[in-house]
């Protein structure tokens, strides 16, 4: 299918922002941001999480929250505080937070179909 990178503006509320390319990783679940990006927005962590590595190793990193803007989408999402060789990754929980999937086809984020459950008759 080939790699899907798109540029979005990341930012602290309150604080200022930074234009970052990611690359969109439809398999994981949170967004990953470089030191040299949270660093300067001035991200604190707000807990530690474990995840596993391909290889099978277990990592620890912290996670902070994170607003992200794109195409006049707005929205905060969970991040990973990635160290200084981690990749700039977007992940589904953000995704789904601004309302897009990957359309891996035309390789492009697209508007997510939204459901929403109502009970009839009472």
């Not at 997510?112 to 109502?118: E, H, K, Q, S, T």
């Amino acid at each position: 299918m080939g790699l899907v990178t798109i540029r979005m503006e990341v930012r602290r509320d309150g604080g200022p922002s930074h234009e970052v390319e990611f690359l969109v990783d439809s398999g994981a679940t949170l967004s990953v941001l470089p030191w040299t990006v949270w660093r300067p927005l001035g991200l604190q962590p707000k807990r530690v999480m474990r995840f596993a590595l391909a290889d099978g190793r277990t990592i620890r990193r912290r996670i902070s929250e994170c607003r992200f803007s794109y195409q006049g989408l707005d929205a905060m999402s969970l991040v990973v505080l990635g160290q200084r060789k981690d990749a700039a990754l977007l992940g589904t929980l953000t995704l789904e937070s601004l309302g897009l999937v990957l359309n891996p086809f035309e390789r492009r984020l697209t508007p997510m179909r939204m459901l929403l459950a109502m009970s009839v008759g009472v």
